[in-house]
């Protein structure tokens, strides 16, 4: 099964708004990667948070980590309709040579 | 820098046919994974490979699904004998180290099997 698994599925909101995704995974990790795809193209990363990281900010964007519910969320502020696309969390296991492993995607939608 | 180079970028194959799908990583890049993507749903991890070397296949369907990454040129996803639930898009990434790295994708190959 995957190791993450975003929520919600799908996120529709009006431009300007706010948009948060969760995550949540289930073993131990080294870091958690967000990526965002548009539609019919390939991934793009767009931050890293290591596991001894509470919290990340880039541009627009801004990451938690909360290693004891095993759970991470993304939050684009002040959205452009531009920002529409499917956002994917990764996690890299804490052990062993493994590569990520993604979780099933929201698919944010912003109005204009 | 030209990124990771997939190719095709589309591919149709009759059911029993061969797909061979080609990834150069990024320069710098040593480590190669392969994913695959079916529509509306997430990746799904293949295999992952360094030089020569497979790293990690327990994504790897057991039969007619190879993959490897020569001391020189791309890295090559071969699948025989295709099937129409080989239908998907399959994604390449590349990254310079395993751990604290994110990956860079790319395009991907759309493989249609009628």
């Known amino acids: 099964s995957q190791q993450g698994e975003e929520d919600p599925q799908a996120l529709s909101i009006q431009e300007g708004e706010n948009a948060t995704m969760n995550c949540s995974y289930k073993t131990s990790i080294n870091n958690l990667q967000w990526y965002r795809q548009n539609s019919g193209r390939g991934l793009v990363h767009l931050i890293l948070i290591r596991s001894n990281e509470r919290e990340k900010h880039s541009g627009r964007l801004r990451v938690t980590l909360d290693t004891s519910k095993k759970s991470s969320s993304l939050l684009i502020t002040a959205s452009r309709a531009a920002d529409t696309a499917s956002y994917f969390c990764?996690?890299?296991?804490?052990?062993?040579?493994?590569?990520?492993?993604f979780g099933s995607g929201t698919r944010l939608q912003v109005q204009p | 820098n030209a990124g990771v180079m997939q190719n095709p970028r589309h591919l149709v194959r009759r059911r029993g046919q061969e797909a061979r799908l080609r990834c150069s990583p990024m320069?710098?890049?040593?480590?190669v994974y392969w994913y695959r993507q079916l529509p509306e749903e997430g990746l799904k991890f293949m295999v992952y490979?360094?030089?020569?070397?497979?790293?990690?296949e327990s994504g790897m369907p057991k039969e007619r699904f190879s993959a490897e990454f020569p001391k020189e040129g791309p890295s090559i996803l071969r699948i025989q004998q295709v099937v129409r639930g080989d239908s998907a898009a399959y994604f390449c990434a590349s990254s310079p180290g395993q751990a604290d790295y994110g990956y860079t994708f790319g395009s991907g190959t759309r493989l249609t099997v009628v």
């Open positions: 320069k710098g890049h040593s480590h």
């Open positions: 490979l360094q030089k020569e070397n497979i790293i990690d």
């Open positions: 990764a996690t890299a296991h804490d052990m062993g040579r493994r590569a990520l492993t």
